[in-house]
């Protein structure tokens, strides 16, 4: 579905990530792990449209996105959930929701689209009428990721969404974010928590300085001896 083929970002003249392509079928589910500064939100943010590519091609479903503008990406079945959630923290946790569903399609399938978010987020139908920073982290996490949800989108970015939560929390996520990918959607996962995010990939690929390093199954990436020492302490 997904198809990124030799992709090159850059900060002024400082290459970012250079030559990398990487595969996400329909309905899979894809992580992308690496060390701080690799350039795995780089690379998550480009696909988004966030970030302007110098060379290379995105494609989805097999339609070059190179002349597609950035707020039109969503339209072609893409949402994310940056990092750092970037909620409207004194909108309400309802609002912050319905910002996800502003195009066509979604929004007119909005009030189907909140009854199934609160049904995987049982915790924030209480909170609708709650100011979003007021929230715990766990539960701010959860409204971007019900927000992107609610664009009806076929491949879902997560950037770093174990980010500054409490280990119980995290495992929460993962179960929600397999259950997500298990209902039919694509998930390409941006995730320092190696270990983690290898047992919950079918597919991953290893990011090191802006270069894919490796790549398979999250279990034979596992298996290398160079991740096992560089990641998960063996």
């Known amino acids: 579905m997904l198809e990124v083929r030799n992709l090159r970002v850059t900060y002024g003249a400082a290459p970012a990530i250079s030559d990398v392509s ?6 899979a589910l894809v992580v992308v792990v690496g060390p701080n500064g690799a350039g795995k939100s780089t690379l998550i943010n480009a696909i988004a449209g966030v970030h302007r590519v110098q060379s290379g091609q995105i494609s ?5 996105l190179a002349t597609v ?18 909620l409207f923290t004194t909108l309400t946790v309802r609002e912050n929701l319905e910002l996800g569903s502003y195009r066509g399609a979604a929004r007119a399938r909005r009030a189907e689209s909140l009854r199934k978010v609160c049904a995987l987020f049982p915790a924030l139908e209480a909170k609708l009428g709650a100011p979003a920073g007021t929230l715990s982290g766990g ?17 879902l970015l997560l950037d770093e969404p174990s980010l500054g939560l409490a280990p119980t929390i995290v495992h929460e996520m993962f179960r929600i974010i397999r259950e997500i990918n298990a209902n039919g959607v694509a998930v390409l996962l941006v995730e320092q928590n ?41």
Not at 208 to 227: D, N, Y
């Open 139 to 155: 539960q701010q996490q959860m409204v971007a990721i019900g927000r992107a949800l609610m664009a009806q989108p076929k491949l």
């Open 22 to 27: 990487l595969d996400v079928a329909a309905g």
């Open 69 to 86: 503008a950035a707020h039109r990406f969503c339209e072609h079945g893409i949402a994310l959930v940056p990092e750092g959630r970037r």
């Open 60 to 64: 989805i479903e097999g339609k070059s």
């Open 194 to 234: 190696v270990a983690i995010a290898l047992e919950l990939a079918r597919r991953a690929y290893v990011l090191e300085e802006g270069r894919i390093v490796a790549e398979g199954t999250g279990q034979e990436i596992a298996s290398q001896p160079h991740i096992q020492r560089a990641y998960l302490g063996h």
